[in-house]
């Protein structure tokens, strides 16, 4: 079993950064991946960045140049730094991980273990 949670949500005007954490216990296979993903309001809930047990990243199109996935040297925490937050990028976001396939993806059925949620709030 894989636990994970999630911190550092809140409220931040258009332009401005919020770095999550997430707290990752339990047993994972030595490759694996571990992701942020987020939810709006009425929407489907989408792949944001992702990152593997190699360190290899990858990311949505409307977050490249801006997030940043990483992990801490203990691979014990994740971590997503936001820059330039836009109004858009308001949703609940979650924390997930699973054991690796091929191919690092962001897609939502390749990751069987999801945190609770904080949310994230940019007003213009």
């Known amino acids: 079993q894989v636990h994970l949670v999630e911190s550092g949500g809140g409220s931040v005007q258009s332009g401005g950064s919020l770095r999550l954490s997430c707290e990752v216990s339990?047993?994972?296979?030595?490759?694996?991946?571990l992701a942020w993903f987020r939810q709006a309001p009425g929407k489907q809930r989408e792949g944001v960045a992702a990152i593997d047990s190699n360190g290899y990243t990858k990311y949505s199109d409307s977050v490249k140049g801006r997030f940043t996935i990483s992990q801490d040297s203990a691979k014990t925490s994740l971590y997503l730094q936001m820059n330039s937050l836009k109004p858009e990028d308001t949703a609940m976001y979650y924390c997930?991980?699973?054991?690796?396939?091929?191919?690092?993806?962001?897609?939502?059925?390749?990751?069987?273990?999801w945190g609770q949620g904080t949310q994230v709030t940019v007003s213009s």
């Open positions: 339990g047993s994972l296979d030595n490759t694996y991946f």
């Open positions: 997930a991980a699973g054991n690796a396939v091929p191919i690092l993806t962001l897609i939502e059925a390749d990751f069987g273990y």
